[in-house]
C-alpha cells in the first residue's frame, strides 16, 4: 500500500507519504507541498482503500464459491455472479436518468442471485452432481446475461452507450472517498459473517451426506452463504464494473499456502486478495502513458491461470 501510494504519474515521497498520513492524527510541521497532500488524500489514498477493499472482496468470494460446491473451477465471474449484477447495474443505467449507489448495488444483487438460481436450477434439471456441469451452466448463464447487456448497449443512446461500456471495462478510476464509503459496510459485515461461519463452511465442503449426519441443514446454510457471497460480488461490481477471475486465482494460491481450513484460507485470501489487486492496479496505471482497464489486465493473467488449473484438475472432471 506504501508503494502504491507513493508512486504514480506523480510521484510522492515514501516518507511524506507517511508524515502526511500521520498529519492527520498528530499535528506535524509540513515538509510537504500542498500538491502531495492533496494528490495523496483526495485521488490516491480513496483508490488504493477501495482497491484493497475489492480484492478481498473478490477473493474471499471465489474462497467461499469454490469451497460450498467442492468445485476448484467455480468462481463469482464462472458462476454467473458478476454477469447477474453486470446486467442489473447496466439496466439501471440505460433506464433511469438518475439513480445512486443503492438502486444500482440492489439491481446488481436482485440479478446476481437470479444467475445463481439459474445455475443451480439447470444443474438440478441435468439431475448431475458432475462439476463440469456446473461450470458450463454458469458458462451459458453467463454469455445468456452478457448476450443481454450488448443487446441493451445497441439500442441506448449513446451517452448511456458510453457509460456501460466504460463501466463493463471494469476500473477503479472513479474512485472516491463516497465510493469507499459506500463498500465498506458490506464488504467488512460480509467478510465477518463469512469467517464467523467458517467451521460451517469447512462441514459444507465435505460434502451434503456428511453434512446432514453431522446436524447442519445444508439447503439452508448453503442458500445463505451464496446470498452473502452475492452481495459482496453484487457491491464490488456497482462500484468498479465487473473485475473477473481475482476469485479464481487467489484460491489456488493460498490453499497451496495455508492448507484447505477455511479459517485460514479466509485470512489468507483477505491479505493476497488485496495485494495482487493492488499489483494489477499499480500495472495498470503505471506501465502506460494512460490508464488501463483492470478488468482487462487481470482477464489477461487469469485466463492462462484457467487452463492451467483445467490441467491439473483433468482427472476429476
Request: overall charge neutral; aromatic content about 12%.
Amino acid at each position: 500500500m506504501l508503494f502504491s501510494l507513493s508512486h504514480g504519474a506523480f510521484r510522492i515521497e515514501p516518507l511524506n507519504v507517511i508524515k502526511i498520513l500521520a498529519n492527520q492524527v498528530y499535528s506535524i510541521n509540513p515538509s510537504w507541498s500542498t500538491e502531495d497532500e492533496l494528490i495523496l488524500l483526495q485521488v490516491r489514498l480513496p483508490r488504493i482503500i477501495l482497491v484493497v477493499l475489492v480484492g478481498a472482496n473478490l477473493a474471499v468470494s471465489g474462497t467461499i464459491l469454490q469451497a460450498i460446491f467442492k468445485n476448484p473451477l467455480v468462481s463469482p465471474f464462472i458462476l454467473g455472479i458478476s454477469s447477474g449484477a453486470s446486467l442489473g447495474a447496466s439496466i439501471v443505467i440505460v433506464f433511469f436518468n438518475f439513480y445512486s449507489f443503492y438502486i444500482l448495488q440492489l439491481s446488481a444483487f436482485t440479478f446476481s442471485i437470479i444467475a445463481v438460481l439459474i445455475v443451480l436450477l439447470i444443474t438440478r434439471i441435468c439431475n448431475s452432481q458432475n462439476t463440469t456441469i456446473l461450470v458450463l451452466a454458469g458458462v451459458v448463464t453467463s454469455s445468456f446475461f452478457q448476450a443481454i447487456v450488448s443487446l441493451l448497449q445497441y439500442f441506448s443512446e449513446s451517452d448511456k452507450l458510453q457509460s456501460i461500456v466504460y463501466w463493463n471495462f471494469g476500473s477503479f478510476t472513479n474512485a472516491s472517498w463516497n465510493s469507499v464509503l459506500q463498500v465498506v459496510p458490506f464488504t467488512i459485515i460480509g467478510i465477518m459473517i463469512l469467517f464467523l461461519n467458517s467451521w460451517r463452511i469447512n462441514v459444507l465442503s465435505l460434502g451434503d451426506e456428511e453434512s446432514t449426519a453431522l446436524g447442519l441443514n445444508t439447503q439452508r446454510y448453503r442458500f445463505g452463504i451464496i446470498v452473502i457471497v452475492s452481495l459482496l460480488t453484487s457491491t464490488a461490481t456497482a462500484v468498479t464494473g465487473p473485475i473477473g477471475w481475482v476469485g479464481l486465482i487467489i484460491p489456488h494460491i493460498v490453499r497451496m499456502t495455508v492448507g484447505s481450513n477455511k479459517y485460514f484460507v479466509i485470512l489468507g485470501s483477505i491479505g493476497l486478495g488485496s495485494a495482487f489487486m493492488l499489483l494489477v492496479d499499480f500495472f495498470a496505471r503505471t506501465t502506460f502513458n494512460f490508464e488501463l482497464p483492470v478488468g482487462i489486465v487481470t482477464s489477461i493473467i487469469g485466463v492462462p491461470f484457467f487452463i492451467f488449473i483445467l490441467y491439473r484438475t483433468n482427472n476429476q472432471i
